[in-house]
């Protein structure tokens, strides 16, 4: 595997370390308080909700300051665990004690918080801060206290407005990483499940936890996936996106190597099979990697109805990813290069629509492509209520009033139509989106060369996705190269019973997914269970 | 990172480094020659392939998948390497000219009459620079999902021919003296020595060993699939018409329907050949950029591997400018350069290391 | 992927999209042929005249023809739902050419579905016409062909009724033909061809003929019901090494279809009672029948074993009878195999007279008797070998099913 960025010049440590990569020099405290919180408010501008506390300013015995971004923290928590303890505290107020001795009295009995820290540099300190800790700072002391008080406004989880499923969880993630990692735990109680967290942006310093099955996950991809988060250098990470492009395989290949959904039941699905989730605070999708060509056309819906059903729609899937990426070059190649292949009455009726067409076929097609492509953006960006409106003008004026004005052919609307409504068949939106751009550059090379062009292209994407890989696995394992055994969660959806170990695709090897031991088959099932009546 | 093939990927590879063209090229041959008894030859000149194969599988197996050229330059001289890697080389950049030309040739005559050859030429030459580039992994995959799809295209010919199939045609058998069936089977000998393209396959096996192997199961569907495209066509036409046509191969594709909606499927299955042939194209080129690497020693592709494409395109659309010329080299030029290359050279460079095999032992024991 | 790949990928990547936009600017030439710059011809018809040959092509009539009627139309009358064109030229490619002088549309070829031959052109040979059949790549091998008697080009501008299609129409009229009455068989193009090139070099292709003088080619005249001329199948053309030889009845083509084994079903009439009337008065339907022809050497001759065995259901019947009594059954089985015994007989007698192998005993002979074939070859005597061989027909059927009542109807009153 090559490195895909070599130009690492920071190396990244996990949470609990200093995160000082933004200024390569640390600061250390002075024993100061005042000073201290001048540098603070220095570092900080008149940032107007940095709160500034001060307490114990006039018995003078042991000044103290508390420093917390307001709406960040948990108010209730900063005034009951916080604040109330070290006023009310008659120790810190009546003994005489050494400085030291009142840091650590504060940490170990007054403050009551679950989670301190202490803190040496400047930089630790402004971190800490805008995680929602509270800092206590106190007079001759080099060193501060930072408490945990998170408690920011949160969304509520809601179902996932973007996968939806029929029967099964309802659940999906929010934009906070915790209740992420919550509803993962909640779903994989094992001990195995391992939860890594990184933080990467040099400004936005947003947190990302990858999570996998210690022991089912490849140690390799595992290296792999470390060195290429370790290795990014960016400012910013607002979204998954960013890290899906920051570590995906390929270079500019239109194919996504890394999977997204904001269903919790998916990624501990991927996990379990050897992938590796990877969760980004600040918004509610994560990704799993490594995914291959097939992974984009499973839908956790498969593993929650029967599996002849399952089977049945993840054919219709990858017959609608065909039919949506090569429809319209078809229809170009076939009524203009290869009219011998269309039964004769369909095509006296396809050239009785086109009597009249002022275009080419394949002017036709494109502008009707790209009309469909308009209403579309135009769809997700109006406002709901405009929403009605635009399918009306769609259906209206391009549907009926285009072919009566004699603008474009009927037949090229349904293929036009059909094409999109395939397109929206295929679960994994990134998939989707691939096609819609391959499927302009087929229909002018079928424009240009026909069938033979169609074939040519298809030839060159195959060879290029046989000679991609996610994360080292190949990205068109296990059908090439080729693992029939492995086949059961390809093209069909075997039931749950066959499915008795997990194919090396994501993981490392193929082990047990159910003991085989006392194996008992659906046949076997019914048999015990007419036993069971007959007395 | 060196890739991998394994023994199956190897396997289709063969098939497809010789099926793809010979399907278009040798029923015309065998049938002018031996008429309704062409399945014999096809039979007869697989049996010289496979003894062929197993020639080139104990070459492998013996160097342990060295790199061919490199391995002969350690053995003996590094000027001998070179001698015969240029041999080589001519060889092979003739021979994927000659398939070009084919493909080109069959375009024009059948699916494209007006596009202009340099553009075909053109666009097969982006497409196996591509494939090359990506690599013998690359290539091995998109072959083995080809082959697979036989699976879905044998059934739907031969549902497609069922009215006309009639196996009374195929009648007298043996009707053709042994001399003829000889003669007529050089020339799809000659096709079946292509097995010797795993010699520059073979440092990409993942199990040399099995190289033999590779070559028998290759060829072994080769066979199959000439003995039904054979077989079918004489089937549906007879001996006679078969010898009047151009393509006898595709000529059964005309007249495959289903119902009387949907005729006129040739292009369909054209299509899918068309696809088989890109792999022979970007097998052979590969070879040819492993034999120029391991003659000239050089480790990197870019460059020479356009140099390479130019070359054969230029051989190409200028060399074989007459289909009358390559029609003629196919039926009788063919064998001689095909025997020397795929067949003497392996052979006496076999019979080298078995002489030096067994005065090595002898030496053993005299010691 | 290090940067500079990256970089060099993005330039191949840019070349890619501006050769292809540069090309879409190309389209439209070179094989790109757009459905409304096509005439799809339907059939064609090949006559000589003053030694030149006249081609007729029908091409469809898109807006006519199909049910939607396109977008821009809407003309006031009808339409006819083809058209003609007649060109002449030396050759019939030049006839082709020719057409474009004429024609709006570029001849397209490929959905042709008949091609009629005049007998004329076919007593001269029709190896130029095959030859272009199977050269031109746009011309399909599939086309059924037709022989007849007056201009053949008279018959491409016949009105059909029900199928507007005229070229399907015909291909239907023919495929149920032999589907249904088995009197013979169509014959498409490379069939035609390799009929005549195998070793009995002999071919019979259906007559296609119009039933009156008058052409009806007016959309209004084709609005009765009972057409005052038709199109309709007729004899059976026989050729022998691409001419035309003669013709033959549909009778004894019939027999043909039970020598060379092409009866899918059947109608035959017999006689009931044989005894006291002559008349055909039942008829039975052959529902699937089986040759075997053997050829024996008979020391000087060849003589054809040709074996036929069918089923048949009884359809029709004047006479007494009770079904229910085997004897009687065996006894119109009897009068069948009679009937057909008579047909082969004649046919026989017909082809023996033309001289012209389109039983294909030929071939039979070459794979039963490959030695004595070569000696035929090299003589180059079929032809008297044919004029010595004797037929041996045996016919046996055998009638299962009865339909629904097991009595004739006249049984039924008398009792």
Known sequence: MKPLFTFNNSKKAPKNDQPDRAVPVSRPLSHSLEANLLELQQGVGKSSDVVFRRIGQITDKFPLALVYINGLVNSDKVNQAILQPLTESTDLKEKEMTAEAAFNLIQDQIVKVSDMAELKTFETLQASLFEGNTVILTEGMNRALAADTAGWEKRSITEPSSHGVIRGPKESFTEDLRTGTALLRRRIKSPDLRVEEYKIGQRTQTSIAIVYLKGIADEEVLAELRRRLNGINTDRVLGSNYIEELIGDGGLTPFPTIQNTERPDAIAGGVLEGQIGILIDGTPFSLLAPSVFFNFFQSVEDYNQRFDISSFLRIIRYLSFFVSMMLPALYIAITTFHQEMVPTTLLVSLAAQREGVPFPALIEALMMELTFDVLREAGVRMPRAIGPAISIVGALVLGQAAVQAGLVSAAMVIVVSFTAICNFVIPAQTMANVIRLLRFLMMLIAGILGLFGIMSFLIVLLIHMAGLHSFGVPYLKPVAPMTPRYLKDIFIRAPHWMMKTRPKIAAAQETQKQSSVPEVKPADRSSQHKEDDSP | MIQKISTAQAAMLVFNAIAPTATVVLPIILGTYLEQDSPIGILFSACVGMAIAALIGSIIKYNQGAPFLEWIGKRSSRWLAVVLGIFLLQYYLDASAAIMREFVNFLKDNVLLQTPVFVLVGTSLLIIIYAAHKGIEAIARVNSILVLLYLLFLPSFMFGLGDYLNVHRLLPMFQHSFASVTLASLTPVAWMSEVSILLFLAPYLKSPDKARRIGWIGLLFVTVIMQIIMLTTLMTFGPEYLKSSTYPGFVTFDIIHFGNFWENLNIVFISYWILSVYMKLAMFLFATLECFKQTFRVRENGPYLIGLALIIAAECLFTWKQPAKLNEFNAQGRFPVYMLINVLIPLSIYLCCLVKRTVAKRKGQAA | ?415
Not at chain 3, 288 to 309: A, L, N
Request: aromatic letters at 8%; a neutral charge.
């Open chain 3, 1 to 415: 992927m290090n940067k500079g790949s990256r970089k060099r990928s993005r330039r191949g990547l840019l070349a890619i999209l501006s050769f292809s936009l540069a090309t879409a600017g190309m389209t439209a030439c070179w094989d790109n042929r757009e459905l409304n710059e096509l005439g799809i011809v339907s059939g064609s018809a090949y006559d000589r005249e003053d030694g030149q040959w006249v081609t007729t092509y029908q091409i469809i009539n898109p807006s006519a023809t199909s049910s939607q009627g396109g977008g821009g139309g809407g003309q006031g009358g009808p339409s006819p739902p083809f058209l003609t064109f007649t060109e002449r030229g030396s050759t019939i490619m030049e006839a082709v050419a020719r057409s474009n002088l004429t024609s709006t549309r570029q001849l397209y070829f490929a959905h042709s579905r008949i091609t009629v031959i005049n007998e004329k052109v076919a007593r001269e040979g029709i190896a130029q016409l095959l030859d272009l059949f199977l050269r031109k790549p746009d011309a399909s091998e599939t086309v059924n062909v037709f022989l007849s008697e007056r201009r053949a080009g008279d018959i491409l501008n016949q009105l059909m009724q029900i199928t507007k299609n005229q070229g399907t129409g015909i291909q239907l009229m023919i495929q149920q033909e032999s589907e249904l009455t088995s009197y013979y068989q169509g014959i498409k193009m490379f069939e035609l061809s390799m009929a005549l090139s195998s070793e009995s070099h002999c071919a019979a292709i259906p007559e296609i003929k119009l039933t009156n003088r008058e052409i009806i080619n007016k959309i209004q005249e084709a609005e009765s019901t009972d057409l005052p001329t038709r199109i309709a199948l007729g004899r059976l053309g026989i050729l022998k090494k691409d001419r035309f030889i003669g013709w033959m009845s549909d009778r004894e083509a019939f027999g043909l279809s039970f020598m060379t084994d092409k009866i899918n079903s059947a109608i035959i009439p017999f006689t009931s009672d044989p005894e006291h009337n002559e008349k055909l008065d039942a008829s039975a339907n052959l529902m699937d029948s089986k040759t075997i022809v053997r050829p024996v050497w008979e020391g000087d001759h060849f003589v054809m074993d040709i074996d036929v065995k069918g089923n048949a259901m009884l359809l029709e019947l004047k006479g007494k009878a009770d079904l229910s009594k085997p004897a009687e059954v065996s006894k119109f089985e009897r009068n069948i195999e009679q009937n057909i015994l008579e047909y082969i007989n004649r046919s026989w007698r017909t082809v023996k007279k033309l001289g012209a192998d389109v039983t294909m005993f030929a071939p039979l002979i070459h794979r039963a008797f490959p030695k004595r074939w070569e000696h035929i070859e090299k003589e180059g005597n079929w032809d008297t070998v044919f004029q010595e061989i004797e037929i041996r027909p045996r016919v046996s059927i055998s009638i299962d099913r009865f339909g629904l009542s097991s009595k004739s109807y006249k049984s039924v009153e008398q009792d």
